[in-house]
């Protein structure tokens, strides 16, 4: 009895020195780790807004000379010049970018884009005329107890409300005017872009092989192109020719 006593108590004794020796070993590795991280915080150097901004401007300089990580050639990125010059001009100057461009039809474009702003400045003189001739005769009336400086104003708007809601009208319709202004100045940019790029990336010259020509047709329908009357086989007409 008392060697069993003494193998259970010696049995407890190392069971509980291994339990301690573990727990120490694994306090030190975590302490090791915490060390190594604290270590890898001071060696990586914290980027700035001045470094951060430096990397994104390298990065879209990249972007320029590659496309999903090909290189451009010479060729891809002249067309992609001579194509930002055209939008850019036009931007700044409607009608500039479609005379870099050239082409057959730039005598068509040009009389469109100018006669649309010319178009819109007449139209936005004319609601804009009538907005200010309705506001003084709406501010006078208030200042003067519905009294009437305009004789024009005089029969036609009698009440004060009809008057402030023409008033309205002709400021919304001046004020849209301004909006498809800067529409047709859009469409002139992307006209002069997107033939820029059509021009310089397919094949889309003045010659297209496409020709009018006047003819014969022949109006027999039996066949018989020996028949006396030959002339009367015959009738003028128009010949469309394609090349492919």
Known sequence: MPKLITLILLVFFVFVSRAQVDSTTKNVELDNVALDTTAVQDTVKKETKAERKARQKAEKERAKFYYKDILKDSARLHIEHVSDIAWKRSAMLPGWGQITNGGK??????PIIYGGFITAYFVFDYWNFYYQKFTKEAVYRIDNNGDTSDPDLANGYTTLDGLIRQKDNFRRYRDMTILVTAVWWAGNIIEAYTDSMLRNRYNIGDDLGFKINPTLLPTNT??????SNFASLLTPGVKLTFNF
Request: hydrophobic share 60%.
């Open 105 to 110: 039809y730039l005598w068509i474009k040009l």
């Open 222 to 227: 039996n066949g018989l192109a020996f028949q």
